[in-house]
């Protein structure tokens, strides 16, 4: 090949990488973050950042702490601002369809992240890029049922926020495996909002009221980050998580992998915090080529035990934001 051939022909294969960098270049996307309420969305918040700085897109973040209303004033801001769309990560999944009215009325395009919405107009958003949180709630009953066997077995279950979608669904996954198992039983069920702090409390009120723990077998929380704090109120008790009492979560934060080190938590299912990544890319081919994307991006879950060289894995997430 002729250098002239050899330049061509790298300019012919460049050319569609670049129209599209191009295009991404010019984006301004508004994202509806919910807070900082967990490590896992702390790290949601930062591989979003730099998804976007990837792809040379404008990204501004409204961190809306945890409150539906912030959210709705930050979405009518992003309209005012006229961005080229908004990702919308919402903290409850209903009273939405006011507000995402007006995003569709302005012409801006809607993507939901890492959670669902209950709307009867699936038109107010474009896609929505979340993983299969019901399934989530089964990996880890399933785990459960099998670590467990025939042996009776008292569970306690930690909530994420009352209303959100994966709340919700997790619970519900988690209860359809145990329904087919009569030795585990739910007995405590409680929300501890998705935060630390809010885990620990609520695991306290639950060793109180069981017996000082013994007559749990297993916590089952929604979240890593209520996992972890349940685990210092376990060991407050007098009590060894992981042994004493099983510990099975969601989301794979690195503090959960430290805790497998340590010998106090059992299994987490792995909750991806690159939501951004394949949304932004959905968007573009969507505003360049009017691809329409699918309704629902399902993003992978995977189960984590410490068989799974947890220090390896704390290695490769630990600089990631969480
Ligand atoms: O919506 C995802 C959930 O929100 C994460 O599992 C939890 O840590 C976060 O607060």
Known sequence: MTLRNLLLATVVTLVPVMATSAFAAGLTVGFSQIGSESGWRA???SVSKSQAQKRNITLKIADAQQKQENQIKAIRSFVAQGVDAIFLAPVVATGWDAVLGEAKDAKIPVILLDRDIETAN???????????SVHEGAVAGEWLAKNVGNKPCNVVELQGTVGASVATNRKKGFDDVVAKHPNIKVIRSQTGDFTRAKGK??????????????????LYAHNDDMAVGAIQAIKEAGLKPGKDILVVSIDAVPDIFKAFMAGEANATVELTPNMAGPAFDALIAFKDKGTVPPKWIQTESRLYTPADDPQKVYDSKKDLGY
């Open 43 to 45: 790290a949601e918040t």
């Open 122 to 132: 699936k038109s107010l958003y474009l896609t929505a890029v979340t993983s299969d």
């Open 201 to 218: 409390e609520v695991m306290e009120s639950f060793l109180k009221a069981e017996n000082g723990g013994k007559n749990i077998c297993a």
